[in-house]
C-alpha cells in the first residue's frame, strides 16, 4: 500500500514470487470510469473508490478461500480503505512503502503508459493514513530496492504466507 509511484506493484510482484503467492494489480480492477477521471488529473471519491475496493477484496478472499496466499498491490490509502479489506479477509497484514512528496512525483512522472499523471500526487498525499499501531501493517522505506523491500518484508513476516 502506498500512495502512487510508492513501487506497489513492483515490490508485490516481487514478494508475490518469493512467497509462492498469486499477485492481484490492484490498477488493474479499476473500472474504466475511474481510469479515465484518474487520466483526466481528477482525484477519486472514496464513493468511486468502492466497488473498486471490493473487486481487490474479493479476489484476496477467493485466493484464500482456494487456499493460496496473495499478495495484492492496492493504495490503501485511508484507514476507512483497509478497514474494507479486512472485511473479506480479517487476517490482511499492510506493507506501507512510505516515500516523500517529492519522489513520487518523480517516480509517477517518469512513468510511461500508466493512466496516473504527476498532478494527483499531491491529492493522494492529502488523504494519506498512514497505518497506526493497531493495525496489522509494516512500514518500509519504499525507496529502497525492490530486493531489499522483498526481503525485509519476509523477514518481518517471519517467513510466513498469509
Known sequence: MGVAGCGKSAVG????????????????????????????????????????LDAIGQ??????????????????????????????????????????RETARQRVGQRQGHFMPASLVDSQFAILETPSLDERALTLDGTGSISDIVTGTVGLLGGKTL
Not at 23 to 50: C, I, K, Q, W, Y
Not at 68 to 87: E, H, I, M
Open 13 to 52: 510482484e516481487a514478494l508475490a514470487e518469493a512467497l509462492g503467492a498469486v499477485f492481484v494489480e490492484g490498477d488493474r480492477l479499476h473500472p474504466p470510469e475511474n481510469v479515465a477521471r484518474m487520466a483526466s488529473g481528477e482525484p477519486l471519491t472514496d464513493a468511486l473508490r468502492a466497488g473498486w
Open 59 to 100: 479476489r484476496i478472499a477467493g485466493s484464500v478461500a482456494g487456499r493460496q496466499s496473495v499478495v495484492a498491490a492496492c493504495s490503501a490509502l485511508k484507514r476507512s480503505y483497509r478497514d474494507r479489506l479486512r472485511g473479506f479477509c480479517a487476517d490482511i497484514v499492510f506493507v506501507y512503502l512510505e516515500i516523500d
